[in-house]
């Protein structure tokens, strides 16, 4: 600095102490300074900032030096609101500032200031620790630090000390050089000594390996070929030693054998045998099987044998004996893909026209049992039976046929060599075999009973044995042919039924009879169903809750009487369609929605087929079903059906009343009884006819409570019957649900409620 700069620096101190020992000639009161720095604001002479507690004011220069200065006292790192509390000045002013703050080794993250002092104490303290570790978790890191890793990993690797760590590929884990280093030849070490499968985290737990560290650095090592090895994904550990025998003792295995199977592959120690038994096959070009693969050679040697076949051939005796039963069974099923007129029961062979053959020696038995049925006239019951059994469960008797099918089978009559064969035979395969016949033999003696056969199993294999006794599948053949011997012989009664049939017809006058017994029945029905449906519309008209108990008693009429009235007209129909004889055979197969659809569809279209499927599915809205049933009376059943008129609304409505009550005094099961008391009681508030099931009395107790407690009110004969009904009703739940009770006093109850019930009239 000059003489002449040091001179005026000298100057302007005296000045400035001689202005500071200088007593004022005049002073401002505090009041007057607060109004000079609020009109010089006013008028953008000042710019200043006033403290929180509005006692002191800076500028917003001063604001800046002011944070600067706090965050470096406060040793790098200071959040915002903290900042607020020490510089008293409110947060929005702080935030303004932080755009000048904010720069020259100075961020804002995530709320709070930090320069570079502060990061480079961090990256001090985590050398520290990572120098003696070897390894730092970078989500520690942040955790720790409360900085996220984007900016924390960032900024210390920026510094020099870091120069010698990195981070994994992940970028979850800091390493050091030499750590890296120390692993990779402990790894080397560790891995280069196996010599066998290993599992890799049995490695790692052995030696106390760096896990992540030590995968990725496996992983690297066998791809620069530093380590001659594989790695599955299961973790296992395969050298290429190891390998190359293993894949030496599989080939010769399959020259030998001519076969290899899954469990050979895990005999030796293959963990994945099922992948390494997919890759052999393509490898070595094999037939694939369910749990083994055999030599093309092989194949066309058993190809070959079959094509010469004239009875049978077992393949589980012609095949390499290592392969299960699962396997010669699907060997046996390949081979049936190539050859015509064959016919495969589990892994046995048999030629078509072998049994066919066998069916004829059943032509005089079937021909002799038809020519009796017929004498005997047991029509009726057979043709039953044969709907139930044929045409109704047809497809169901194949499945279960085929089922049976796949039973056990003897040993081929049949012998031959063993292509390359070493290894001994097991007895594996005949045990399931006779246990799955044994357990077939049971299941067709329970069906022999439910079905129409000509003759079961075992006969059929007795005479089958008087022509065939060396035949060692005599049992599984004789199941294979009662399905086509049972087809036979229905179709056979069958057509000689038609014969009979067509001889004796169902006479003129016998169907007119039953045709005017079908319609005073419907005519009958159709008058109760209309009175309580009106019942049903006057639940529903009621609105509120009500109308849920409404829906449910119209299913309720629609499952009861408007279903007979449909089962009536189907079966006249059927009757008169020639499908059943009398009336009541049809109505017996008419108790599910199933059988009635099956019966329908069998009905032809010229007896109104159409018109009755619409029927049926107009149960569900009572009009339709209405207009549905007039039509199908007039244009189908050809008879008229009586209407309800009010004089015999009346009388039935008396009738029902009176049924109910003789059913009441007669009862003496309670919850029976409360069920009729409300009926009668819902009748007589109503005037209208009850139908409902046991489950819905209780919406009926509670639709028709609000009507008994007007009786009450209005007429001295129902005093009390609304509490007498809910005390009634509380002893049934509690009788339901198996509560002890004093059954003196249930009793009481109930002779109450009897007495009062019975003296009810109709209206």
Known sequence: MSKAEWSEVLRLAADFSRVQLTEESQKLSERNCVEIIQSLRSNGLLDVIYTSDGKEFLTAKHLVTEIRNELDYQGGRLSLPDLQQLLNVDIVYIEQALDEVVGDGIVNILGQLINNLYLDNL??????????????????????????????????????????????????????????????????????????????????????????????????????????????????????????????????FISLNHYISIQTLQRIGVNDSRQLLIKLINNYTLIQLIDSAITVNCYESLLTSCRSLIQW???????????????????????????????????????????????????????????????????????????????????????????????????????????????????????????????????????????????????????????????????????????????????AVTSAMEVQRSASNTSTVAKKRMRSEVQTRVSDLWCNAQMLHRSVDHVIRSGGSAGDLGINLYKHLSKTVLNEIVNQIIGMIAVNSDIYSTLEDALKNLTTLEQRLKLINRISEEDGRSELLKLNTSLNEFDNFCDTLNNIAFSIAHFDIRRLDKKSEKLLASQHFQSLKDQYLVSEDIILQFHLAISLLFQRVTGLTLHAPGRLIPAVVQFIKPSLVSLEKSNNEFNGITELVDVAHKVINETIKGVDADESYNNEVMGRLKVFVTSLSCS
């Open 123 to 252: 990256s001090s303290e985590v050398f520290d620790s990572i120098s003696t570790s070897g390894f730092l978790s970078v989500s520690e890191l942040s955790k720790h630090y409360n900085l996220p890793t984007d900016f924390v990993i960032p900024a210390i690797l920026k510094r020099a000390v870091f120069s010698s760590c990195r981070l994994d590929d992940a970028g979850s884990i800091l390493y050091t050089e030499e750590f890296v280093n120390r692993e990779k030849s402990r790894v080397r070490g560790a891995f280069a000594a196996l010599t066998r499968p290993t599992s890799i985290n049995t490695v790692i737990n052995d030696h106390n390996l760096h896990s992540q560290l030590t995968i990725s650095t496996l992983q690297s090592l066998t791809n620069s070929l530093e380590l001659s090895a594989t790695m599955t994904t299961g973790g296992l550990y395969i050298p290429l030693i190891y390998q190359k025998t293993q894949n030496e003792w599989i080939g010769d």
């Open 313 to 491: 051939l077992d393949i589980s005796d012609e095949a390499p004996q290592g392969l299960t039963s699962g396997d010669t069974d699907q060997l046996a099923s390949i081979i049936a893909k190539q050859l015509d007129s064959i016919t495969v029961i589990d892994s046995v062979i048999v030629n078509n026209s072998f049994i066919e053959s066998l069916n004829q020696l059943f032509d005089n038995l079937m021909d002799d049992k038809v020519k009796n049925i017929v004498d005997s006239g047991g029509f009726s019951d057979f043709h039953s039976n044969s709907n139930d059994s044929v045409v109704g469960g047809g497809k169901k008797d194949k499945k279960a046929e085929r089922r049976k099918v796949a039973a056990g089978v003897g040993k081929s009559c049949k012998s031959g060599s063993n292509p390359g064969a070493r290894e001994s035979r097991t007895k594996g395969t005949d045990k399931k075999r006779k246990s799955k016949q044994h357990v077939d033999i049971d299941e067709n003696n329970d069906e022999e009973h439910s079905r129409i056969q000509f003759m079961n199993c075992d006969d059929i294999a007795e005479v089958l044995r008087s022509s065939h006794s060396e035949c060692p599948i005599l049992e599984e053949l004789s199941t294979l042919l009662m399905t086509s011997l049972d087809t036979q012989f229905v179709l």
